[in-house]
Nanobody, 123 residues
Framework: VQLVESGGGLVQAGGSLRLSCVAS????????MGWLRQAPGKEREFVAA????????YYADSVKGRFTIFRDDAKNTVDLQMNSLKPEDTAVYYCAARSGGMVVVTTTQYDYWGQGTQVTVSS
């Protein structure tokens, strides 16, 4: 599985961005998908994830109510809508896929990773 993210950029605090991740391969619907991020000088952290069916979704407390994760199996995509952005959301955002379909809220149990897309929120 190859994952390619897009949609990052520079936005002012309070603004919105939508990240998109396109996956190659015909087994996308069997994977759990997640978004994770890494800020400069910090460890990678979990942001949001959705299981294979879309029936289970989890968010980090820091983004709950502001971010929404969507998956579209027909398009092999998983998007992250980010609203009310804060400077502390500045990070490289990674799309990741986990075989088996079960959602996880850690950063170490994903099997495939994208190259990352930079999100910068100015104050």
């Amino acid at each position: 599985v190859q994952l390619v993210e897009s949609g990052g950029g520079l936005v002012q605090a309070g603004g919105s961005l939508r990240l998109s991740c396109v996956a190659s391969g015909r087994t996308f619907s069997t994977f759990a998908m997640g978004w994770l991020r890494q800020a400069p000088g910090k460890e990678r952290e979990f942001v949001a994830a959705v299981n294979w069916s879309g029936g289970r979704i989890y968010y980090a407390d820091s983004v709950k109510g502001r971010f929404t994760i969507f998956r579209d199996d027909a398009k092999n995509t998983v998007d992250l809508q980010m609203n009310s952005l804060k400077p502390e959301d500045t990070a490289v955002y990674y799309c990741a896929a986990r075989s088996g379909g079960m959602v996880v809220v850690t950063t170490t149990q994903y099997d495939y990773w994208g190259q990352g897309t930079q999100v910068t929120v100015s104050s």
